[in-house]
């Protein structure tokens, strides 16, 4: 018994040095992302691309000839879980580097603690500009704000001659930052929001917000939305003829499924997306290609933020010479780089100003980005079709 | 409390109080999420566990406390006095609800709590004008105290609540709620002020995780409707009390420590299972043990008849 005792410690030891020595040697990159809860899908999503660029940074020779480790744990789609596991991350496993979580929510609260360790963060799954309102150093963006969603359609609007928005939106963070963008932009246009109305979260029934619609006669529907309630509200606009020369969402029409769910309806609906494969960007599609080869389906926006995410990491690593929290935070700020995921370029809060957002519509039941021109892969189909006659 | 049991207490305190100088940060920030859960579970024991009248909405109280915690921060009060305040607020809001639900027995007060929690929720969302609606308060480090001042708050509220329930439990008030948890009508006819038992329970009950909501957000920093009013912290309470003994002094404290620790180990290795491997142990302890870890304890204390000496004294 003594003895076993004896060669455990032993074996504990050398465990101990082995393990140091390895650390030494290793770049330890760390997020939680949600693998359980309500962001189950896109923030496995999110892991798997980034995942992607991990395999393909080794291969590479890893950074600053490092080897580079990834240590990730389910947020569960809570925001007081994500804080808990960045102070995790930051304390007991020591990373060197830091990626954000998924969603607005979840990375509110991640960046507090980033910011109270000055800890520098590159997120690539949140768009809620709140995030970059709040005076932090350590919070660097590589989405789209969601205030910017919709500028290209009501600018498309505008030129059509269109005046008068219905703005639906969810009482959440990112539809809320959608519907004031909206605002904004119809204001410096000169365009008029005819109605506005914030609905409950999980909301599926509209009938009677199309009813009240339909009485303002807009020329645009505009909807704060995601997947369920925008496949939900077009479903009964189609009951209810409700029509405009535009109807457009977030989120929803981005997603394979309001396609497949909606079928001819969705024909003509326009929606946003921070990324496509088909985008002319350098790397995007061989990272599509080798995504889909992977996990048998084209990454969405999702996973490309999460490779994108990792090769921001790695330019501005690069670019500081150094693992070390100031250098890094410095090269992110200095950073002008484009990535498979696109330009990346911040401002001195830490937000993203340097990738647009682009505008999909749904055309002969596939989704194609049709704004900004020199993007497209087809031209905009306008007006939107009477319900009777497709 | 026994002389053993004493001794125990100030070990497992001075060990606490020790802890930082010798943890890491993060064992710290775990010892000061078990701190939390004790005193939560304390908390229900003392309405729950003691007069039997089971609340399955005990994270509104917490809910209500992270809001006023994060409120007063933002508003520039210290942090000490957020935390008073959170208790008292959550106190002030349980002494009318009290008043309304402890007249319903049985299941229909544990509705009536799992109710009062969902609609604190929803009005947290839809009071936007306060609480900054689903978009969640998002404070800022510099209103926040440093992870010690978090760490000792913690660890004092959960000594202030066993110590509560100790005393509660040794003395008349405590004797009057168990009587009140057997047999409600018989303790009011041998002339126990049932509604004034109760509602004072109760309200001690809310002020504890208003307390503990309001250091809470002080460690997290960001708050939302659905991470205040969380229905899985409202099953956590329970679990904890089931699992270490209903109704004891030392239970809760046990049943927080068993259930923290099993969790930590379990949920790196299986974050989708790790939730159903503590479902599983639950009903094992319950099936087995159905005073919970504390009945092995106990099962040597009822020879002694203390309950009689006290009541002779």
Redesign the interface.
Known sequence: MKRLWLLMWFAGFVLAAVGGAAAAQEVVVGTSVALTGKYDRTGREQLQGFQMWVEEVNARGGLLGRKVRLVHYDDESKPETGAKLYEKLITDDKVDLLIGPYSSDVTMAASTVAEKHNFPMVSSGASASEIWERGFKNIFGLYTLAETYMDQILEFGKSKGLKKIALVYENTAFPRGVASGVKAKAKSLGMQVVYEEEYGKASTDFTSMIVKIKARKPDMIVGGSYLPDSTAFVRQAKENRLTAKIFAFAVGPGLPDFGKNLGLDAEGVMGNTQWEPTLNIPGAREFADKYKAKHGHEPGYHAGGGYGAGQVLEAAVKKAGATDRDKVRQALFDLDTVTAFGRFKVDATGKQVGKPGYTVQWIDGERHVVLPASAATRKIVYPFKDWAKR | MSVRQLAVAAALVAAAAALPLVA????Q?FML?LFMMVALAQAWNLISGMTGYVSFGHAAFFGIGAYAGALLLQYGFPWWLAVVKGALIAAAVSAPIGLLTLRLRGPYFAIAMLGLNEVARIVA??W?DLTR????I????AL?PGLSVNYYTMLLLAIAATALVAWIHRGRFGLELRAIREDEGAAEMVGVNTVRNKLSAFVLSAAIPGAVGAV?VM????L?P??AF?ASLNIQMIVMVMFGGTGTVWGPVLGAGIVMLVREFLW?QF??LHLALLGAMLLVVVLFLPGGVMSVFARRKRMRPEVITRESR
Do not use: I, K, M, R
């Open positions: 890491s940060e993060y064992h920030s999420q969302t839809l936007v609606g689903g978009s969640g998002s404070l800022s480090p926040l809470f460690y997290t920093s960001y939302n659905s991470s969380a790196a974050p989708a």
